[in-house]
């Protein structure tokens, strides 16, 4: 029986499997205590974490008997792989299990910034009858472009092309000779830029997307087009994305993660007063579905890790 600390939060359905087996700690607000959680470490043999949980050289110097991370999403910059693989810690995603969820999410954003309707509750309470202020656009006959073509954004093409959208997509590490790229055409990153008229984007945070969407790329994308953030934070250089909402450039945004999470009070306050813009807290992959889907697989990953 080996012991396992889980420091975010998960479907709990899923914990009694687990319990059977090893002994559990979960605690989904051990993120926020860091000298508990590495008092807890030194004789853990397992660890599932979130997003939050920062698994660096500090954490992993007080669990010297790590041998498994079990991960409640996809996303891995808050993991130094480098360090796990130099100790033989094995990293478990949940690769493919929130798909649908953020594929749902960036839909039902570009619906909504498209159409800009939605925001029109308080008006109407009030009496205000704004329609002509209120007139927007369809989706359908537009141009979604997308940034790196893994699983999540050939679910959001599938989806677009379906309501009549054309999706082109860019992602260097794919080619046109591979079978899943569908019905998006691939094409260069500039020209994405200035011929969509939304981008979704789909990119881990590595040394080489950091700041990848910078006042240069916001510049050269198409007068009017909408961005879509539901990846990392980090990729997008926040100030330029304000600079170019305020000045119109975009005519609007969804955000769903950030440079730093949560907003402070500073960050949070630059956004203020735009119109048109979506500010989620990092939640684009997280439905009850998602979160039972993820729970599942990581409890299992995590079960046949310590049978072998």
């Known amino acids: 029986m080996s012991k396992i600390v889980i420091t975010e939060f998960m479907d709990e359905t899923f914990l009694p499997n687990l319990r059977e087996r090893h002994e559990v700690i979960y605690e989904p607000d051990l993120v926020d205590r860091e000298d508990q959680l590495y008092a807890l470490l030194h004789d853990t043999g397992g660890l599932i974490v979130r997003n ?3 698994v660096g050289r500090a954490l992993l110097d007080n669990a010297p008997n790590l041998s498994a991370i079990g991960r409640l999403g996809v996303g891995l910059d808050n993991i130094d792989i480098t360090l796990c693989k130099e100790r033989g810690i ?6 493919g299990a929130n798909n649908t969820a953020v594929a749902e999410y960036v839909v039902a954003a ?3 910034l498209f159409r800009g309707a939605f925001n029109a509750t308080s008006h109407v309470i009030e009496g205000k009858w704004p329609r002509t202020a209120l007139i927007g656009k369809e989706i359908s006959g537009k141009t979604l472009g997308v940034i790196g073509y893994g699983g999540i954004a050939r679910e959001v093409g599938t989806r677009a092309t379906v309501m009549g959208v054309r999706v082109i997509a860019y992602d260097p590490y794919v080619s046109n ?5 569908g ?17 979704s984007l789909h990119l881990p945070l590595t040394s080489e997307t950091r700041g990848l969407i910078s006042h240069e790329h916001l510049a050269k994308m198409k007068p009017g087009s909408v961005l879509i953030n539901t990846s990392r934070g980090g990729i997008v250089d926040e100030g330029a994305l304000v600079a170019a909402l305020r ?5 609007g945004a969804a955000i769903d993660v ?6 402070t009070e500073v960050e949070a306050r630059q956004f203020e007063g735009i119109d048109n813009l979506i500010l989620t807290p990092h939640i684009a992959g997280i439905t009850e579905e998602a979160n039972a889907r993820i729970s599942e697989m990581i409890v299992k990953k995590m079960i046949n890790h310590f049978r072998h």
Do not use: G
């Open 183 to 199: 019905s998006a055409a691939l094409v260069q990153l500039d020209e994405l830029l200035t011929a969509s008229d939304a981008i």
């Open 247 to 251: 000045s119109n450039r975009l005519s």
């Open 52 to 54: 939050r949980t920062s």
């Open 90 to 95: 094995e990293v478990y995603p949940a690769l």
């Open 177 to 181: 000779d591979n079978s899943f790229v």
């Open 110 to 112: 570009l619906l909504i």
């Open 258 to 263: 950030y440079e730093h999470e949560p907003l």
